[in-house]
């Protein structure tokens, strides 16, 4: 069984940044696909970022030029570093890991971002 705990989240002014952590319990294997969302209030959960095991990211357009993932496998941790944050990017993010079949999600992080 997979956990997965992020932080970092908070409340920020517009054009301010963040950065969230994802933290799994146990190894990161190989074929594991980790990934960003977010769920903002009477909204569908939306895709964010994703990144391979051997380190390719890839992001929404929504997010694109103001979003990098990255993750440090000695600590099986991933990071979301945002920046130029809007308030449209007001939501819960969580982190999800895919491996195989099994999909396991954090319990999320709050980022609120003020005009």
Do not use: H
Request: proline share 3%; net charge positive.
């Amino acid at each position: 069984q997979v956990q997965l705990v992020e932080s970092g989240g908070g409340l920020v002014q517009a054009g301010g940044s963040l950065r969230l952590s994802c933290a799994a319990s146990g190894f990161i294997f190989s074929g594991d696909f980790m990934g960003w969302y977010r769920q903002a209030p009477g909204k569908q959960r939306e895709f964010l970022a994703g990144i391979t095991s051997a380190g390719t990211p890839n992001y929404a357009d929504s997010v694109k030029g103001r979003f990098t993932i990255s993750k440090d496998n000695a600590k099986n941790t991933v990071y979301l570093q945002m920046n130029r944050l809007k308030p449209e990017d007001t939501a819960l993010y969580l982190c999800r890991l895919q491996r195989g079949v099994n999909i396991y999600w954090g319990q999320g992080t709050q980022v609120t971002v003020s005009s």
